[in-house]
């Protein structure tokens, strides 16, 4: 059922570059969607459409940083009579290390990009979405939103706010017909940790996951009209006993997992 409700419509993927993005945009395709693909690196979106041969898709080489991505992509997309019924918001990074020594430029870029730039998407697409009745918003937060995590302070402060924006969203727009659902995914294998500067720690190694499996996930648990999903039986466990850990002890639980045993 929900396959068939997927099938034609336009998804919107941000970050599809890479990682998650990509495999949910290869999801997608499967269940029939037609696809925007959006990130910076174009020959990696471009190779990414190539390979979804048979499927409808157009590649934005666009940083949403910018603080017009989001109007400039609309209006792009509304000129070529693309609806999108189907929004992910997945592109993201996160920065590790103690919060006094990083570059605050860098850590600005990523508030934008995980914070200010999801939101701005959600406010430019959804209201069409809630127009016709019908839509989909895929938020991707981060185990990280469940407790502070010394080492990635901010990234995880700011995929608390992609939980809380998407939880809250989700009750405004049920009504409407859209249905948002936030993504909680644990370390998956992905560019992720390159990008943000991380060794994998013991705790990473032990519960990595691979993002085909993060995605289906995702994917179904969005589809079936849920609030929010941690994917992974570990991850599930890991997130649900932050419930009965006092926030200091979560604190310093974190820490270790991030720290310890990081090899490579
Ligand atoms: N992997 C994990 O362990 C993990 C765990 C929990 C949550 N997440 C979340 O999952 C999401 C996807 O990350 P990933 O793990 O797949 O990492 P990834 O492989 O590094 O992918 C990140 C994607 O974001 C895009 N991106 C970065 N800066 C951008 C910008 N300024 N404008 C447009 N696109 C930009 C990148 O494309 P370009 O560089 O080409 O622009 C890339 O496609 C993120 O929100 C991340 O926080 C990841």
Redesign the pocket.
């Known amino acids: 059922m929900a396959m068939a409700e997927m099938r034609g419509r336009w998804a919107l993927v ?9 495999d949910f945009a290869r999801d997608l395709a499967a269940r029939g969607c037609r696809l925007v693909l ?4 174009e020959d ?1 979106l471009k190779q990414l459409a190539a390979e979804l041969a048979g499927t409808e898709a157009r590649v934005v080489a ?4 910018a603080p017009d ?1 989001a109007t400039t992509l609309h209006e792009r997309l509304h000129a070529e009579g693309i609806a999108v019924d189907v929004l992910v918001n ?5 920065l590790y290390g103690p919060f006094l020594a990083s570059d605050w430029s860098r850590q600005r ?1 990523m508030l934008e ?2 914070i200010v ?1 999801l939101t701005h998407l959600t406010h430019v697409f959804v209201p069409d979405m809630a127009e016709r009745g019908a839509g989909w918003v895929l938020l ?5 939103a469940f407790q502070p995590t010394p080492t990635y302070a901010t ?1 995880s402060a700011a ?1 608390s706010y992609v939980l809380s924006f998407g939880e809250a969203l989700a009750a405004e727009l049920r009504p409407r017909g859209v249905r948002v659902c936030t993504t ?12 943000a500067g991380q060794r994998r720690s013991l705790y990473q190694r032990l519960f990595m996951m691979q ?1 085909p499996a993060v995605v289906r996930s995702s994917v179904r648990a969005l589809l079936a009209g849920r609030t929010s999903v941690v994917p992974g039986i570990g991850n599930k466990v890991a997130a649900f006993s932050m419930r009965f850990t006092p926030r200091r002890l979560q604190a310093a639980m974190a820490a270790s997992a991030m720290t310890m045993g990081a090899g490579d």
């Open positions: 941000t970050g599809a570059s890479s990682g998650l993005g990509a959006v990130a910076r690196r990696r666009l940083d949403l940083r991505a997945n592109a993201g990074f996160g870029d990009l995980d730039a991707v937060a981060s185990i990280g990234y995929k909680c995914p644990g370390v998956t294998a992905t560019e992720f940790l390159a990008v993002s």
